[in-house]
């Protein structure tokens, strides 16, 4: 008898469907007159219904929405299988969650599996279903208001449209096995610096009449073909990255090496410029050795402990996009630039009482000068140069510390061996050779300051003396 | 003699034997190598040496042919002080180059000359003061450059005996002597050998071994009255007259 009923009923919605405003007459009647009878109660406001966990949920209908819907031919009873004009059974849900999935059972009637399967979409959910977590049609679609899903014409934006399913906990699978949630957390796009992007323009492909299927073996290389969408736009931070370690890492296979995503994320994407802590805790998701020594040296600690706008960043020194390997020998000849960027600035080390000289100092030294020299002739060399000392080979790369007070004595009591790692016979009087960054002086060094002195004065003599009396010479022959 | 046979070959005589010319031009070579590899690395921060040092091939080249030329510079200078040396003292050689109070005196004198008090320049014998003083200047700043250039070539080794701070002073000391001895060349030696009213547009005495009689007249008026540095080899070639 049931079915009998139910093989009826499809039978109606399809002829409305089919045949829209010319179906029969008196079909229609009939529906308006029993959706006339249960709007009498449903289009009023204030009542629910109970379940037995306590939960409950209106019973309004709203019967504009309803008129604007795709269902709005069909009469209440379509759906609501069991009530009609005379029939209106009380029934009893242990919660809203059973009620609802046992409402979607009904949606099946017309919409079979076969059908909304086509959509990837409904694939994570009917996998979810297999795995015990029941599908609820209306939870996307809603009730009475459901609406036509193809050509978009329910939604007012792309992203609205899109949101439609994304803002619900769906599921991508991989060939791998291991799946990652197609949620998107609105909040997340509305402070993000694409929040006026559609979907699309970063979601190749993909609008409100496609969503292609695709397969990715991992979620890693879905992050990977993810990254490449950026450059649509961000051509010339796609190049620079082109030319970085992580970038030739990825090339060589090792794929867990970052890209775009990785760093700025995917939806919740921001100018990263304005939080530096973030920029150095992004990197220490990897470089964790490397962020450990960092968060102890004099940069690190100001950098945590008082957001210090001065001190560098992991990006400050190895830069953001174009990282090179730190261990090349291009690299480590440019630290010298790279400290100097900073310690270089008056008007930045005035404020904590450090001398700019140091890189003066370093740069007219033998080290330095020689330094100088071989980058300009970088082009021309058969063979690298043999490697010179440059500031991080006494200081310290990421543990820099203060060069004062006890450290001070630390970095001169490591200076020997650092000298020999280059010079192996160096004896212990081999490191006061370098005046650590200091200008001569007669307290500081007296011996060398005055034969700096004495010289001066004497070639100023010398050559004011010497031209002094050519000129007396050539005036004086001249009169004869 | 004729007075224009005299115009046209004039009598000349010898002022420097082969080996001072040798000896003369060798310097030239190794001052000028010297200078041109070891003052663009002083002023290494200026273009166009870090042009000439990228011309040259490099710092590291630059270095190589600065520290070989040193070397020869080493072994000029050690020949030049045992020639002399032996010369002077078993040969009879006249030390012609040795200040002498003459020379205290000629320079107070030209600087009163200068100065307009005196209407005449001081005389002078083989070499003149000024001379003399390019002379010391040259050897004096040469040896100290060599001694000093050494420290630097190797400063691993000189600090074992030596502090640190030796080799900074050693840089100084080579480099301002380097900066001395060459503005002293490039401004009087140059200017007495070739600016000069006197010996314009240019005295090739060191090139060729010869003055003529009258420049020499001119020159040296006291020369003739003085021995004359005489090495073997110049005998045969010397006037009669100017035989001692």
Known sequence: MRSLRLALLQLVALCLLLTGASTDAADESAAASERKHCLSCHAIRGSVKKFSDGDQVSTYVDPKAFDRSIHRTLPCSACHEEFSSKHHPDRVFRTKQQYQVRESRRCLTCHPDEKINERPIHQSLLKKELAGQPRICTTCHSAHSAQRVRKGNVTTSEEQFCLRCHRYAGTMHFASGASVSTQVDTAEIANSAHRNLACSDCHFSFSPSEHPRRQFRSIREYRLSASELCRRCHFDKQTKMAESIHYSLVSTGRLDAPTCVDCHGGHAIRSMETDRLAIVKKCASCHRQVYAEYAQSVHGRALSDTNNADVPTCIDCHSSHSIRAARSASFHDAIPDTCGGCHGKKEVMAKYGLSTAVVKTYLSDFHGMTLQLHRKEIRNRQRPAAPLAVCSDCHGVHTIGRATGENAAVIKSNLLKRCQSCHPNASENFPDIWLSHYEPSLAAMPLIFILQWFYRVMLFVMVVGLVFQILLDIRRRLEK | ?244
């Open chain 2, 1 to 244: 003699m004729s007075a224009d046979t005299s115009m046209a070959t004039p009598r000349r005589i010898r002022r420097f034997s082969t080996y001072r010319i040798v000896e003369h031009l060798l310097l030239i070579l190794l001052f000028a190598t010297l200078a041109l590899t070891g003052l663009p690395q002083k002023f290494h921060q200026v273009g166009i040496c870090q042009s000439l040092i990228l011309l040259i091939g490099g710092i590291d080249m630059a270095r190589i042919i600065h520290h070989w030329a040193g070397v020869l510079f080493l072994l000029l200078a050690v020949e030049h002080i045992a020639v002399n040396f032996i010369g002077i003292v078993f040969r009879q050689w006249d030390p012609s180059l040795l200040i002498t109070l003459k020379d205290v005196k000629d320079a107070i004198h030209n600087g009163r000359y200068y100065l307009g008090l005196l209407p005449n320049p001081a005389l002078c014998g083989r070499f003149s003061y000024k001379e003399k003083c390019v002379y010391w200047l040259v050897l004096i700043g040469g040896i100290q450059m060599i001694v000093t250039g050494f420290m630097l070539w190797f400063p691993v080794l000189v600090t074992r005996y030596l502090p640190g701070q030796f080799i900074p002073a050693a840089k100084i000391v080579h480099s301002s002597e380097a900066m001395i001895t060459f503005l002293l060349v490039v401004t009087w030696h140059l200017y007495e050998v070739i600016l000069s009213p006197d010996v314009f547009p240019v005295n090739k005495g060191i090139f060729t071994g010869y003055m003529e009689e009258q420049q020499a007249a001119r020159l040296h008026p006291l020369e003739g009255t003085e021995r004359r540095e005489i090495d073997a080899d110049d005998l045969s070639e010397m006037s009669p007259e100017h035989r001692p």
